[in-house]
């Protein structure tokens, strides 16, 4: 079964809405990727005009950049310590944009979607 994004078959009164025409395949969806913490594993989409994308479905190593230094290295991370999207994401390490992680070089917010972009990128906390 696929996610639709068209409209809603109601209207906000409650009211039926009926179409004059059936979904389209730019209306699609698609799943949600929960990227964690293990050896390195991406996936293959195609997206709009036959372009290639990649999702991280699991990753242990983040761009980690440094904005005091002004370097960008690649830094083992270790575990999740905070997820803002979802408490329980920490226990599952779950990496989201805007997690906290531990990792070899201090503590770091992951600034990319790892699920849609398929790049793990970081900000060093100080």
Known sequence: MSIWQGKSRRKSTGGRRIYARKKRKYELGSDIVFMTLGEARKKRVRGRGGSMRFRLLRGQVANVADTKKGTTKKVKILTVLENPANPNYVRRNIITKGAI??????????????????????????
């Open 101 to 126: 992680v531990e990792t070899e070089a201090g503590k770091a917010r992951i600034t990319s979607k790892p699920g849609k972009d398929g790049v793990l990128n970081a900000v060093l906390l100080r």
